[in-house]
């Protein structure tokens, strides 16, 4: 059985009832390799001890990716052959053992509890009752509300628990430096926003930044606007958009878009890209219709490269 093509082939439905039962085996076994493949490399990945707090990288965890977490960040510290400073946003699905396991791969590092998280938010922002509601509905506003409560430094980074790096990310690495002030980001495929940048920009007078994607940047700390947010939960065409998934990510380009030192995409080597294989790039993102491919194309070459 052919687990994966190359290129990769994002996941659909299938049309038939037996082609769907087809493509369900294919995903279970598939997942019995992914499991072996990620236990692997956790084995395989050396610790660092965080002794420093720059540069500042945030990441939101889940249950379900919660090994993906654990080998992107691990191999980002591999990668530089030193430890960055993380902060782990627990989403609500992190138990005690999950965060041992973390507090054991990154000594010194920050895990902030989702129980912990909203009390502080309900605090700071208890003059923001349209932001408090976003938390509350969105998990994904996490990684841009709870980055600007959380984050110490003028510079602050995001990184999603699906993206793996092949080589030392020179770039992104660099543009926390503080003589950089651009905004930076991953180029996404398409604008992917609740609604089209010309409607954004017609009803609300702020246009969004072109193909941002918010699984990876680079930001000034004081371009996330919580004001704004909330001026922009407010307006009346969000409440045709409370519900979409895609209401971070369209707020994160509309900061970047009025930045007063602009946004700007890292290299195509960083870009999302269902097809792109990854000794042409520098970074992956394994988005949703090709996380299969997280495992089964990228660990796999990592290994076969002796990266790790």
């Not at 190359?6 to 439905?13: A, K, Q, T």
């Not at 902060?87 to 590092?109: A, S």
């Not at 990184?159 to 793996?164: A, F, G, N, T, V």
Request: glycine share 4%.
């Amino acid at each position: 059985m052919k687990l994966i093509s190359s290129p990769l082939v994002p996941l659909v439905s299938a049309k038939t009832i037996s082609g769907r039962i087809a493509l369900r085996a294919l995903n279970e076994v598939r997942n019995i390799f992914r499991r072996q493949l990620r236990q692997e490399a956790l084995s395989r990945l050396p610790v660092y001890k965080t002794i420093h707090n720059y540069p500042e990288i945030h990441m939101l965890i889940c249950r379900r990716d919660f090994e993906m977490a654990i080998i992107t960040a691990a191999l980002l510290n591999h990668l530089s052959k030193t430890a960055h400073s993380f902060t782990f946003h627990d989403d609500g699905t992190m138990d005690d053992q999950m965060e041992k396991i973390i507090c054991q791969q990154f000594p010194g590092t920050l895990v902030v509890r989702r129980d912990v998280a909203d009390l502080i938010a309900s605090q700071k922002l208890s003059t923001y009752p349209a932001l408090l509601e976003f938390r509350k509905k969105h998990v994904m506003a996490l990684k841009l509300v709870d980055v600007a409560l959380w984050g110490q430094q003028d510079r602050v980074g995001y990184l999603d628990s699906d993206i793996l790096f092949f080589r030392y990310p020179e770039e992104f690495i660099g543009a926390f430096e503080k003589k950089v002030d651009v905004n930076y980001f991953n180029r996404d495929m398409a604008d992917a926003y609740v609604t089209d940048c010309c409607s954004i920009e017609k009803l609300t007078g702020f246009s969004p930044a072109s193909r941002i994607n918010a699984g990876l940047w680079v930001m000034n700390k004081k371009d996330i606007d919580l004001n704004l947010i909330e001026s922009w939960l407010k307006h009346p065409i969000m409440s045709n958009y409370k519900s979409d998934y895609r209401l971070e990510q369209t707020f994160t380009a509309m900061l970047a878009g009025i930045s007063d030192t602009g946004a700007a995409h890292f290299s195509s080597g960083y870009d999302v890209s269902f097809e792109k294989k990854p000794e042409k790039s520098i970074a992956k993102h394994y988005v949703g219709r090709i996380r299969y491919g997280y495992e089964l194309e990228g660990i796999k070459y990592l290994f076969s490269n002796g990266i790790i």
